[in-house]
C-alpha cells in the first residue's frame, strides 16, 4: 500500500471514525527542536496507487499529537509546541483555519483525545504536568487536572465510560480518573522510568496498557492494580506509542524509539504477533482504523506516513 513524504518528522497519526482512508497526520520541523510544525489531512483511496493530501495547516510550533472530532467528519484538533491546542475544520478554506486556538498550557501539549462516548468533548495533556478538559463551544477549559508531579505525556479517554480516562506521565504513573470527582481515582506506579503511553481497552473497561522509556509495554486490570496482568518484552529502546486494536479485544499495537511497529497479542504465552521494522528513524506514531480491520498506520521521524493491510509489508508501496 501507498506511503506518504511529509516535510518534516512525523509525530502522530490518527484514522478518521468516518471516512474508511482518511487520515490525520502530525509532524515538526527540526525533530520538534525548533521550527514551525504541519497538521495534514490525508486520503488513502482502495482504487489509488497513491495518497492524496486533502488538506495541511503550518502552525508556528511542531504539533505533537492530533485527533479527529467523534461528532463532526471534518474537525480535528491538534496539540502544539507554543501551548496552544488548535481546532481545524477542513471544510473550510485554508484562511479560515484554525477557526479556533485554546491558549491555557503554559509548556508543549504533548496528547490530544476526543471523547469517544459524549463526542462533545476532549482532553489535552502537557508538559506544564496539567490536563485540560475542552468543549469546542468555550473559549476556557471546562476543568483543569493537577496532581502529576511531571509532564504528561497521554490523556486518553476510555471508549465505555464517557467521564472517565487515564493519563501517563514522566513522574512513572498512570492515574484514572472521572471527570466528576474532584481528584483521581487510582494512581499506579506502573514503570520504573517516565511512562510515555496509555490506552484502555476497547472491550473491557477495567483494562489499560502502559508504554514506557524502560523499554516495556504492561498491561494492567485496574480492579487489581498491585501487579501488571501482563508484560510484553521485545522493543529494544523505549515505547513511543501504545494502541488497543479496536477489533480484537487482546490486540495491541506499539511503536519506538527502536524505529519498530509491532503487534501483540497479550494473552497469548508467544504474545509477539509481527515486527515491522521499515521506518529508519524513530517510529512515533501508530493507529489502526476503526472502519477497516487490520488497516495501519504509522509515522516516524523519516518523515514518511506508512500505510498497510495485516499481513502485507508497509515498505510494499514505495518507489
Known amino acids: ?30 525533530y520538534g527542536i525548533v521550527g514551525n510544525g504541519r497538521l495534514h489531512v490525508l486520503e488513502l483511496l482502495p482504487s489509488s496507487p497513491v495518497i492524496t493530501e486533502l488538506a495541511s495547516y503550518e502552525t508556528a510550533d511542531g504539533v505533537y499529537d492530533c485527533c479527529w472530532s467523534e461528532s463532526h467528519d471534518s474537525l480535528a484538533v491538534a496539540a502544539t509546541g507554543d501551548g496552544s491546542v488548535k481546532l481545524y475544520d477542513h471544510s473550510l478554506p485554508p484562511t479560515a483555519n484554525p477557526v479556533r486556538s485554546f491558549n491555557e498550557h503554559s509548556r ?17 495533556g502537557a508538559w506544564d504536568d496539567s490536563i485540560k478538559l475542552w468543549t469546542i463551544d468555550r473559549p476556557t477549559s471546562v476543568r483543569t487536572f493537577l ?3 511531571y509532564c504528561v505525556y497521554a490523556a486518553i479517554w476510555c471508549p465505555r465510560h464517557a467521564d472517565v480516562f487515564a493519563s501517563a506521565s514522566g513522574d512513572r504513573t498512570v492515574k484514572v480518573w472521572d471527570v466528576r470527582d474532584p481528584g483521581s481515582s487510582l494512581t499506579i506506579p506502573a514503570h520504573g522510568h517516565e511512562i510515555l503511553s496509555c490506552d484502555w481497552n476497547k472491550y473491557d ?61 497479550f494473552r497469548k504465552e508467544d504474545s509477539m504477533l509481527g515486527q515491522y521494522p521499515h521506518h529508519t528513524e524513530f517510529a512515533f506514531g501508530v493507529d489502526e482504523s476503526v472502519l477497516v480491520e487490520g488497516l495501519f498506520a504509522s509515522v516516524g521521524w523519516d518523515e514518511l506516513v506508512y500505510t498497510w493491510q495485516l499481513g502485507t509489508d508497509p515498505r510494499a508501496g514505495l518507489p
Open 147 to 149: 496532581e502529576h508531579s
Open 1 to 30: 500500500m501507498p506511503a506518504f513524504k511529509t516535510p518534516f518528522p512525523g509525530y502522530g497519526v490518527r484514522f478518521s471514525p468516518f471516512f474508511e482512508g482518511r487520515l490525520l497526520v502530525a509532524t515538526a520541523q527540526c
Open 205 to 265: 473497561a477495567s483494562i489499560l496498557a502502559t508504554g514506557s522509556v524502560d523499554k516495556m509495554v504492561r498491561v494492567w486490570d485496574v480492579r487489581a492494580p498491585r501487579a501488571p496482568m501482563a508484560e510484553l518484552a521485545g522493543h529494544t529502546h523505549g515505547l513511543r506509542k501504545v494502541r488497543f486494536s479496536p477489533h480484537r479485544e487482546s490486540v495491541l499495537l506499539t511503536c519506538s524509539y527502536d524505529m519498530t511497529v509491532r503487534l501483540w497479542d
Open 108 to 124: 508543549e501539549v504533548q496528547s490530544v483525545d476526543w471523547n469517544p462516548v459524549r463526542r462533545d468533548s476532549f482532553l489535552s
